[in-house]
């Protein structure tokens, strides 16, 4: 059975608890103090979708590194 693989970027202002979703959905882990990402870390899950394999690259960046780069230019597809 292969894999169907989607990216997920979560774009949003500093400190408004990206990092600590990702953290919780990927890992099942929460900690409230998660250091500041500085420019772009992924983390991945692999899901069961109606007897499907489902592949997840949730992308955890700041609204700075997509205001300096065409969303297109700065991210290649999976």
Known sequence: ???KSF???????????KTSLI????KNKFS????TTIGVEFESKELIIDE???QLQI?????LF?????????????
């Open 32 to 35: 409230p103090n998660y250091l």
């Open 7 to 17: 990216k997920i970027i979560v774009i949003g202002d500093s400190g408004v608890g």
């Open 1 to 3: 059975m292969s894999a």
């Open 52 to 54: 499907q394999k489902v």
């Open 59 to 63: 992308w955890d960046t700041v609204s």
């Open 66 to 78: 997509f205001s300096r780069c065409s969303l297109f230019g700065c991210l290649s597809p999976l």
């Open 23 to 26: 953290k919780k959905f990927t």
